[in-house]
């Protein structure tokens, strides 16, 4: 009981750490937003709404939907968009219409979290940087510089891994909603009066006056929200548990706190508002808040990289993405990961960002789209898997997420109205990788059917092969194959070259499946073809880092004896010749040839060893 209660209170720590610093980091912004957008009128009346309207929004999105109901919607364990498609595509695979539409939305909010991915890190540290201008107006033209400098020492260190930083970001954290906490406490008691906008009527008031307004300033207030999906993705790494914990006890707390105690600071002094969040401390106490606000949007920031690594290796596994150069920064920890492409791709990203908009006020205009989007996709995905994974009634599952979708509509719709101002950034960003994406996933799949046009089926082929048998080496050949019960390029051009056969040989596919993990009791199926041919099919889960060799040595005992110092793994290295004709546009064609030509080696994206490989090539046309 005594491990149970600590293995607990180290995974709420994490929790606080990781999956909250996004949210935690909104209220240097998000208030702030609000009343300098011009749009609402300074008056006791509507601080009192705008507090109630901050208070029900993180209630209704995050306590109630996110914590509550889409946790609930756990993949194996497993949380996230990706997560979540795979679970509502499964939910409906026997509606085919309907699951390709689902994948495609699936997959262009998987696009957008690019998008996100860009704005948070720079929204965060450029505002957190910005307290230097309440320190001294004198440094600000340091803003950019500064934040810029801790951008790229923060993309510098990622190759080296998470888990030396990551044991501080707990506590640190923790630390942040501590003092965020206290702040508003102590502007709280002087001006207790504050505290009657937790009454939903002020809300209801402030959009009943305000239609027009509230619906325009809907796009500043989704600010007090962002870093909601992190909640659910990140629920593989913490468990429902101490997500929720960490949420009701410290981060919602200490957010309220926060935000209420900057409307009774406004309620005392309005000229406040230019940065209502540093201007809630003493003289004294500004310097060292931008240090602890800096380093708590650093790992906000951090928290947002690692899950670009994550999504990108689960898009890879499961097809939308070619293969990429994949580092394991732990040798305990398989999900700790660093992809050298993403990492300085998402820094080049940022830095246009922040060098573009300059100013957090600036990228505010930017930022919502690409939350909301994702949010509303998250409440269709789940109603389809409620309905049709959990076979639940449709009235139930249409009052379960019925009122969200309509929440996150209107939220989403209010985003719109930005789109000129600096939204288009992350929608452009998002729109590219799934043009990436969608390019990548349909020419595969012209790819595989030209293959198995041109395919000779394998069991005839070694049936004639064995009438006038060629000279048989010792040792075990792997030839690696896209599809079962096809003859391998690699083989043809190794008989036709070298003119010999191994003792041994396996045709070995490696198939990826729209679940988390598949065990390794499940990882193997094998078939004897004769003449000590085996046909051998891997299973791997989009979360399972594929490992060839390892899963091979389970084959044995099973007719089928090999040693790994005695193998040689044979692989077509593929060279795609774009053609006019009926598959893709032409410059898609020519992008995914470009793809397939930098895609990283099979051989590091299947672990195979180095000196073992042999690699013979062939063109294709598409």
């Not at 993405?321 to 992809?339: A, D, K, M, N, W």
């Not at 990882?523 to 060799?549: A, M, T």
Request: with cysteine.
């Amino acid at each position: 009981m005594q491990k149970s209660k600590s293995s607990l209170a180290a995974l709420t720590l994490g929790a606080i750490g990781v999956v909250y610093g996004d949210i935690g980091t909104s209220v240097l912004y998000a208030m702030k937003e609000v009343f300098s957008s011009g749009h609402v009128p300074f008056t006791p009346a509507n601080i009192y709404g705008i507090l109630s309207i901050f208070f029900w929004t993180l209630t209704v999105i995050v306590s109630i939907k996110y914590v509550v109901l889409v946790l609930r919607a756990d993949n194996h364990g497993e949380g996230g968009l990706i997560a979540m498609l795979a679970l509502a595509s499964t939910s409906v695979k026997d509606k085919p219409e309907l699951r390709k539409i689902l994948l495609v939305v699936g997959i262009f909010g998987t696009c957008l979290f690019y998008g996100d991915g860009v704005i948070t890190p720079a929204i965060s540290v450029l505002s957190a940087v910005e307290g230097l201008e309440v320190v001294s107006p004198a440094l600000m033209h340091y803003v950019i510089p500064v934040t810029l400098a801790v951008l790229f020492c923060l993309f510098a260190v990622q190759k080296r891994g998470t888990a030396g930083i990551g044991r501080f970001f707990g506590p640190i954290t923790l630390v942040w909603f501590i003092v965020i906490a206290s702040l508003g406490v102590s502007h709280i008691v002087t001006n207790p009066v504050v505290l009657k906008a937790l009454s939903p009527h002020h809300a209801l008031l402030f959009m009943w006056h305000n239609p027009a307004t509230t619906f325009i300033i809907l796009g500043a207030v989704v600010l007090c929200v962002t870093g909601a999906e992190a909640l659910y993705a990140d629920l593989g790494h913490f468990g429902k548990k101490p997500i929720r914990l960490a949420w009701f006890t410290v981060v919602m707390p200490a957010l309220t706190l926060n935000y209420f105690g900057q409307g009774a600071l406004l309620l005392k002094n309005p000229e406040a508002v230019k940065n209502p969040f540093y201007m809630m401390g003493p003289d004294w106490a500004t310097l060292p808040l931008v240090l602890l606000a800096t380093m708590a949007t650093v790992i906000a920031s951090q928290a947002m990289i690692t899950g670009a690594f994550s999504v990108t290796k689960q898009a890879i596994q499961l097809g939308y993405l070619p293969r990429l150069q994949i580092r394991h920064t732990s040798v305990r920890e398989t999900g700790q990961i660093y992809i050298p492409f993403v990492n300085w791709g998402l820094f080049v990203a940022i830095v246009v960002a922040v060098v573009m908009f300059r100013s957090s006020s600036n990228l505010a205009a930017a930022y919502g789209i690409a939350v909301t989007s994702d949010m509303l996709i998250t409440t269709v995905l789940t109603f389809f898997v409620i309905r049709y994974g959990w076979k639940y009634p449709l009235a139930l599952c249409i009052a379960s997420t019925g009122i969200f979708f309509i929440v996150d509509v209107t939220f989403w719709a209010s985003n719109l109205l930005k789109l000129a101002q600096g939204g288009w950034f992350p929608v452009a960003i998002g729109a590219a990788v799934f043009t990436l994406m969608m390019t990548w996933k349909q020419g595969r799949a012209l790819l595989n059917e030209k293959l198995k046009a041109d395919a000779i089926d394998l069991k005839s082929f070694l049936e004639a092969v064995f009438v006038n048998p060629p000279t048989r080496v010792e040792g075990s050949a792997v030839f690696l194959t896209a599809e079962p019960g096809s003859v391998p390029n690699a083989m043809l051009h190794n008989l036709k070259h070298n003119k010999v056969l191994h003792e041994h040989n396996l045709f070995v596919t490696v198939r990826s499946h729209e679940v988390p993990w598949i065990g390794m009791n499940k990882r193997v199926e094998i078939e004897s073809l004769g003449h000590d041919c085996w046909q051998v099919i891997l299973h791997y889960g989009f979360k399972n880092d594929p490992d060839v060799p390892r899963a091979l040595e389970q084959i044995r005992g099973r007719g089928c004896e090999i040693e790994q110092m005695k193998t040689s793994y044979f692989l077509s290295r593929d060279t795609v010749i774009p053609t006019i004709g009926s598959g893709m546009a032409p410059w898609r064609e020519k992008l995914f040839a470009q793809m397939h030509h930098n895609a990283s080696a099979a051989a590091d994206f299947l672990n195979l060893p180095n000196n073992s490989v042999v690699e013979l090539g062939s063109k294709i046309e598409i």
